[in-house]
């Protein structure tokens, strides 16, 4: 199946089993990101660092846990202070932070170690800032010197090497990129098994695909391949790699649709679903115009037409103007 039908089977499916996936897709802030980056916006210090952070607490936990107490986070982290947090000793982790997470049940099984670890990364980023100016200068000097190539930016954030930033693999590397408005998919368990279950990517070290077992693979190539499936999915699309990202992730999370490997493949067997769906919608307003020719109606369907493309969050709209009168 093509990219873009499969794209199109993704949206009709959120669309029907999961009718808020849009907003919640904005609430995440990556989208707004990406957009503010490309039309210039810089990060502070203590922003980047709340980049940061944002993706070390996204792991190995449910996310509705992190958004459970996010409101509460910045009194918690000196409001996202960069250099409050570089002099943090690792003891007031574990006396002080982690009892708050585990109070609250949004702790996991290394956020202790994560946070330790991300000590050493805003010790890292306080003196690149001292010495360059800003810590955001770690991050587009790394995408400017990688030919603006944001996959190779994680491999570097999240392998062994000079830009290597401890608390940070390849995955959170990704995660905090898409924070900091860089658009790049996150190649974890979800998004890997998602792209295998479609058949873009193919693994062999795979022996359970019969439930939500993702393949076995954490190489350097699998996590190109991975991140390169979902931007060519973006890029047919017209859209933000971080909103592909994040779509793919809803039908795969606990707190999303939580799909099984087999109903992932269904997906990109089911042949133009959501085509479909926009042909009978079409065909439908088509009866009303030939039905309705008074000026109420007329202006009642030019709204409806508006609502629905407003709705979209992709620059292709249902209804374009300039094929009014020809396919709808």
Partial sequence: MKAL?????IEAHLDSSLEDWRSRVVSLGQVAAVE??????????????????MAVLSNNTDWSKIERVQSDLPKLFSEFSLKSYAELQAPEIGDRILPWFLDRKAGSMTLEKDLVNLIGS??????HSRVHGTAESYFTSLVRNLDGDTKQAALCLGSRGKYKLPAFGVTLAA?????????????????????????????????DRS????????SATSY?????????????ADMPVVLVDNAIWLLCAKSGLYLKNPELANLAREGGA????????????RTWVEKHDGGEQRETIDSLVKGLDRERLSARKLFPEELKGRSW
Avoid: C, Y
């Fill in 5 to 9: 039908a499969l794209w199109e089977n």
């Fill in 175 to 207: 995660e905090a990129l898409k924070n900091l408005g860089f658009d790049v998919a996150k190649p974890d368990r979800h998004l890997t098994r998602a792209v295998a279950s479609f058949g873009l990517v193919a693994f062999r070290n795979w022996p």
């Fill in 274 to 285: 959501s085509r479909e769906r926009a042909e009978a919608v079409s065909a439908l307003i």
């Fill in 122 to 127: 805003a010790r890292q980023l306080t003196e």
């Fill in 211 to 218: 439930g939500r077992t993702p393949p076995k693979d954490s």
């Fill in 36 to 53: 503010a980056r490309a039309a210039g916006r810089e990060w502070s210090d203590d922003e980047t660092f709340k980049g940061l952070l």
């Fill in 224 to 236: 190109l391949a991975v991140m390169g499936a979902v931007q060519d999915i973006a890029t047919v």
